[in-house]
Structures are given as C-alpha cells and as structure tokens.
Nanobody
Framework: QVQLVESGGGLVQAGGSLRLSCAASGRTFSSITMGWFRQGPGKERELVAGINWSGGITSYSDSVKGRFTISRDNAKNTVYLQMNSLKPEDTAVYYC???????????????????WGQGTQVTVSS
C-alpha cells in the first residue's frame, strides 16, 4: 500500500495556473502508475491525467489536453500536475491515486487505482 498526500490546491481566477503535488510513501512508488482524478459537484470522479511508472507514457482527458501536464520525480516520490489556462469548469476536488505496477500504458479505469489521497480543492472563479 502507498500513502498519498496532495497539496497545492486553492482559489484562482480563470486563466490562471496552479501546480498540485502528491507526496507518496509506502510501497515502491517508482514502480506504479500514478493518476490525477477530479470530482466536481454532482459529478463522477474522472481521470484527468496519468503517468506510467517510468514517466515515459502519459495520458490526458480531452478536457485538459494541452492545458495540464503530469510529471513525476521518482527520486522524490512525488507526482505533479501543472494546470494552466484554468477554467471555471475545472473546479473540483483533485485526488492523486496509485495504480498498477509496471504498466506500458495508463489505465483509465478507476477501480484499477487502489491507493488514494485525501484530495485537494481547486476553485476557479470566472
């Protein structure tokens, strides 16, 4: 099991930027796929970005492609989500999650991610 702690959320105006961080401890961080999910009011939790164990493969939802960038630093056991050109519809609680080991792709199925952080609120004002 891996323990995950998110940080970096907050209130920002539309068009602004935020950088989320997720610090991990526990089972070998460098071997697992990491994902950033979000859940807006009244909505399902959705994967917005994922990165495989090596960092060589990333995946984004269409709604954030070109605006968000996921990265990881395995030496620091940390995964990041750089969010630019934020829109009011990006308002949500953002969760990082730990997925399967040594995948060659980023799974988009929520049930494959077994470890979850507590979430951090991102609010984008218009």
């Amino acid at each position: 099991q891996v323990q995950l702690v998110e940080s970096g959320g907050g209130l920002v105006q539309a068009g602004g930027s935020l950088r989320l961080s997720c610090a991990a401890s526990g089972r070998t961080f460098s071997s697992i796929t990491m994902g950033w999910f979000r859940q807006g009011p009244g909505k399902e939790r959705e994967l917005v970005a994922g990165i495989n164990w090596s960092g060589g493969i990333t995946s984004y939802s269409d709604s954030v492609k070109g605006r968000f960038t996921i990265s990881r630093d395995n030496a620091k056991n940390t995964v990041y989500l750089q969010m630019n050109s934020l829109k009011p519809e990006d308002t949500a609680v953002y969760y990082c999650a730990g997925g399967p080991q040594y995948t060659s792709a980023v799974p988009r199925t929520k049930s494959l991610y077994r470890d979850w952080g507590q979430g951090t609120q991102v609010t984008v004002s218009s």
